[in-house]
């Protein structure tokens, strides 16, 4: 079985503070991916990478910054956390060969 | 623009129904589709992939894809109480560099 996990399941925050959120996938896959979730607005991709040192930004990367030392892990940073950010962050890798995505358990975080 | 249209439900089938979930999309270059089901709280599950014209089945699933029309549907016999969650349709282009489109999801429920 595709094995993803992120750090934190819950997590609380300051303004201003910097945020790590971080995923480690099992299945040498190399796609990762990081997606925000919030009521409405449904799945929205911050940024992906489709191999180690490689990023590439999604539809809302404004505020994040992502990190890929190693193939199995895929780092997310707030540099500077927002009341805005909160919200749902889920992390999710895919095969090369195949675009169907795996998620990780994903990380609700709360700024206040 | 890629673009995957759901209705967002409530879908309400009585246990033991066929529950019909459809999906359209805008964008004639999506080669591949997916359908995830996530229940409140927890991340999007993997449940079906389906990449040609015609019926894919698996158990009590069934996803449907006319790339004519445009349209992708998942069916689900034999309908169970667990089955309620909200199913989240997404596409995406034909290589594993694609990213996916998702949709943002019908709700089911599926009534005792």
């Known amino acids: 079985d595709v094995k993803v996990t992120q750090s934190s399941r819950y997590l609380v925050k300051r303004t201003g503070e910097k945020v790590f959120l971080e995923c480690v996938q099992d299945m040498d896959h190399e796609n990762m991916f990081w997606y925000r979730q919030d009521p409405g607005l449904g799945l929205r991709l911050i940024y992906f990478?489709?191999?180690?040192?490689?990023?590439e930004k999604g539809d809302i990367p404004e505020g994040y910054s992502v990190s890929r030392e190693k193939k199995e892990r895929f780092s997310l940073i707030l540099e500077s956390a927002s009341t805005n950010q909160t919200s749902m962050y889920l992390c999710?890798?895919?095969?090369?060969?195949?675009?169907?995505?795996?998620f990780g358990p994903g990380t609700r975080l709360t700024v206040t | 623009q890629k673009e995957v249209e759901q209705n967002s439900g409530p879908l309400s089938v009585p246990e033991g129904a066929i529950a019909s979930l459809n999906c359209t999309y805008s964008d004639r270059v999506s080669q591949s589709f997916f359908w995830y089901r996530q229940y409140s709280g927890k991340s999007p599950e993997l449940i079906m992939s389906?990449?040609?014209?015609g019926d894919k089945e698996d158990g009590r699933f069934t996803a449907q894809l006319n790339k004519a029309s445009q349209y992708v549907s998942l069916l689900i016999r034999d309908s169970q109480p667990s089955d309620s969650a909200t199913y989240l349709c997404a596409g995406s282009g034909p290589s594993g560099y694609s990213t996916l489109t998702f949709g943002k999801g019908t709700m089911l429920l599926v009534s005792p």
């Open positions: 389906i990449y040609s014209n």
């Open positions: 990478s489709y191999d180690v040192k490689m990023k």
């Open positions: 999710a890798s895919s095969p090369r060969t195949v675009p169907g995505q795996y």
